[in-house]
């Protein structure tokens, strides 16, 4: 059963920091995206952070230099590493997973056809 758990959201002050972590299973291919998705009632979905299977990776112009995705591939997990919060930062956090493509496809969500059920991250101000 393919299955994307994730789990470190909760409620910090701004300038503070959070680590998501997604774990991954029942996955039998090992050529990938994993990506960081967020979400505010009546907004669209955006991609905030991705890696691909061989490293590469990619960040939303607004968590440049903020955010810090990683993965460790004996453990099938992806991180993300929140630093220097800001309250724009509060969103349902998903963690989704897709097949391998060009990095172009990276930050958009129809690249990916599986998702986490999500994890709030809540900055005060």
């Known amino acids: 059963q393919v299955q994307l758990v994730e789990s470190g959201g909760g409620t910090v002050q701004a300038g503070g920091s959070l680590t998501l972590s997604c774990a991954a299973s029942g996955f039998t291919y090992s050529n990938y995206f994993m990506g960081w998705f967020r979400q505010v009632p009546g907004k669209e979905r955006e991609g905030v952070a991705a890696?691909?299977?061989?490293?590469?990776?990619a960040y939303a112009d607004s968590v440049k230099g903020r955010f810090t995705i990683s993965q460790d591939n004996a453990k099938n997990t992806v991180y993300l590493q929140m630093n220097s919060l800001k309250p724009e930062d509060t969103a349902m956090y998903y963690c989704?997973?897709?097949?391998?493509?060009?990095?172009?496809?990276?930050?958009?969500?129809?690249?990916?056809?599986?998702w986490g059920q999500g994890t709030q991250v809540t900055v005060s101000s």
């Open positions: 890696i691909r299977s061989d490293g590469i990776i």
């Open positions: 989704a997973r897709g097949l391998y493509r060009s990095p172009g496809w990276l930050l958009r969500q129809d690249g990916y056809n599986y």
